[in-house]
């Protein structure tokens, strides 16, 4: 059973416009939630994080949302680029629970669109 | 600044063979771990480790091993390969704690048949 979960596998976005990933949790447990970035033949790389006390940060291009009554997070890049096309995981973790590290989401492929 | 190494970075297996993936760190991390991920899935945990001489088992341990004799390395070794096994391998290192950022190595592709 899923605890995290990307429902698009995919989306297409147009270079300059809003690109809008999400992701649900279902563990209100959760209290941090990361996103990261991974082009292929490459390793993850982080990109932004949000911790529970929060419902917005921001990072230039890249802003997450938490929305905690609903266990909802995303990603929002605007504009975005060309070099923004990679598979990008929710991944979320629980500061009062193990060390065993993140939960991640299955991941979706964005692709910017010139 | 190499941050997290894994060797090799590609490796076939014939079925029944066994394996050791290498990695190592030099952020002085002591949370280290092993994830796997199949395609089109998410990255799954095999094992992970505290510290040295501490270990613990992930979502998915079996087929594996691992050992933790310093802070740096963290192997993990693969017993009687198995086609099941053929993934995509991740190192990775990070401080613990709230906020927890793990930060990853590039990745092992290893192939079993």
């Known amino acids: 059973d899923q605890q995290v979960k990307q429902n698009s596998p995919s989306l297409s976005v147009q270079e300059g416009r809003i690109s809008i990933l999400n992701c649900d949790y279902t563990n209100s447990m959760f209290d941090y939630f990361l996103w990261y970035k991974k082009y292929p033949a490459e390793g993850p790389t982080f990109l932004i994080s949000i911790s529970s006390i929060k419902d917005k940060n921001e990072d230039g291009r890249f802003t997450v949302f938490l929305n905690k009554s609903a266990k909802h997070l995303s990603l929002h890049i605007v504009p975005s680029q060309p070099g923004d096309s990679a598979v990008y995981f929710c991944?979320?973790?629980?500061?009062?629970?193990?060390?065993?590290?993140?939960?991640f989401g299955k991941g979706t492929h964005l692709i910017i669109q010139p | 600044n190499a941050g997290v190494t894994q060797t090799p970075k590609f490796r076939i297996l014939k079925i029944g063979q066994s394996m050791t993936l290498q990695c190592t760190q030099d952020?002085?991390?002591?949370?280290m771990y092993w994830y796997r991920q199949d395609p089109g899935m998410g990255l799954k945990l095999i094992y992970y480790s505290v510290g040295a001489g501490i270990t613990d088992k992930g979502e998915v341990p079996n087929g594996y091993n691992v050992s933790r004799s310093t802070t740096e390395d963290f192997p993990l070794r693969l017993e009687l390969a198995a086609p099941s096994q053929t993934s995509v391998y991740f190192c990775?290192?990070?401080?613990?704690?709230?906020?927890?950022?793990?930060?990853f190595g590039e990745g092992s592709w290893l192939t079993v048949v």
């Open positions: 991944a979320v973790g629980d500061s009062g629970g193990g060390a065993d590290g993140l939960t």
């Open positions: 990775a290192s990070s401080t613990g704690g709230f906020g927890n950022t793990i930060y």
């Open positions: 952020m002085n991390h002591n949370y």
